[in-house]
């Protein structure tokens, strides 16, 4: 099942190749998480179409090969000097050891539980005249830190069924969500749509997944 689960994304530039054609096409990585993908590549796909990438790390590094499905497409903003790229957000629905490997390399984040080097501060210099204290004067609280989010590991896993309008496909993806509301807005803000403005694709069930 795909997953379009919101994990920590890690901006990169890697070159890659969409396979399955006569020739490879040539494509750049620009971020990547452990479910899913975005690139930039010359290809205009559909939402659920489904290819197969294969990235080259920098280096004698070996390539890693996965398959991916196109959740969507639009043009790409930045695309300078080539206005025809298009930017592809990519689910990884199966991600192999390879690949976490290389999301895992390319994150530069300090690992959970690292120690923190403590900046000394000079202490301020007590000023010449002393000031006296005053009993009456309210003091200030302290200001209470903002609640943690929910890791997003605990949060349930909810399977959404979806079809494409006026066409035959249909796709089953599973995302996590505090509620069936909160995954059917996820869900919402990410279906593709036409020249109109219209969906391309329509809702048909959300149900919490086993």
């Not at 901006?11 to 690139?39: F, T, Y």
């Not at 695309?79 to 999301?103: I, M, N, T, W, Y």
């Not at 896993?157 to 995302?175: C, D, E, W």
Request: glycine residues 6%.
């Amino acid at each position: 099942m795909a997953r379009i689960s919101r994990r920590h994304r890690v901006h990169c530039k890697l070159r890659c190749q969409i396979m399955g054609g006569r020739r490879p096409v040539e494509a750049s990585v620009v971020s990547l998480s452990e479910g899913g993908i975005g690139m930039l590549s010359p290809l205009r796909l559909e939402q659920g179409d489904s290819i197969r990438l294969r990235i080259l790390p920098p280096g004698r590094t070996q390539p890693v090969d996965t398959s991916v499905i196109v959740w969507n497409d639009q043009p790409a903003r930045s695309a300078k000097p080539r206005a025809d790229l298009r930017l592809l957000g990519c689910v990884v629905s199966d991600p192999s050891e390879a690949f976490l490997a290389l999301v895992k390399r390319l994150d530069r984040r300090p690992a959970p539980g690292a120690a923190r080097q403590r900046v000394p501060v000079a202490k301020p210099k007590p000023p010449d005249t002393p000031v006296e204290e005053t009993s009456d004067l309210p003091r200030l609280r302290e200001p209470v830190p903002p609640p943690k989010p929910e890791p997003e590991e605990t949060l349930p896993t909810f399977r959404i069924r979806m079809k494409q309008i006026g066409g035959p496909r249909s796709r089953t993806v599973g995302l996590r969500a505090c509620s069936v509301a909160e995954a059917e807005s996820i869900a919402r803000s990410q279906l593709e749509t036409r020249s109109d403005g219209s969906p391309a694709w329509e809702l048909l069930e959300i149900v919490l997944a086993d």
